[in-house]
């Protein structure tokens, strides 16, 4: 199926996405800090800049779009079908990537913890930062 649109609005539609301070990690951070939690972002001396780190926890908390880190089973994941190879390139190693800093940062000592872009959606916020917090504090 080709690309519904024009190569102009291809680039400039994905000029726009960015990779630190996205919304669904805003709304994670913002979420936290409500609840009383106080964190570094995207700490350059660990592993894979986590996005959120919360040192009094020794924990750290990615919050992955699905897409970008290939979701498996999401539905929002959808693989690429216009050129193909380059995206199919580039995911591969997104996730290789991601296996690798959750490694070194698991031999650090750190909690680490994913959040997906999709448990993020209205319905599924309030369920979802619950868990998160209970597994921060470990009681979970």
Known sequence: MPDVHSP????YNMSQIHGQNTKPEENV??????QGFRYRKNDKRLPGKPDIVLPQYHTVIFVNGCF?????????FVFPKSNAEFW???LR???QR?????EKLDILGWKVL????????????TKT????????????
């Open 29 to 34: 951070r913002k979420y936290l800090f409500s």
């Open 8 to 11: 102009e609005t291809r680039s």
């Open 114 to 125: 994913v959040v997906w872009e999709c448990e993020l959606r209205k319905d599924r916020f």
């Open 88 to 90: 199919s390139k580039k």
């Open 93 to 95: 190693e997104n996730v």
């Open 98 to 102: 991601d296996k690798s800093d959750l």
């Open 129 to 140: 930062m619950t868990s998160l917090i209970e597994k921060i504090k470990g009681t979970s």
């Open 68 to 76: 970008w880190h290939c979701h498996e089973g999401c539905r929002f």
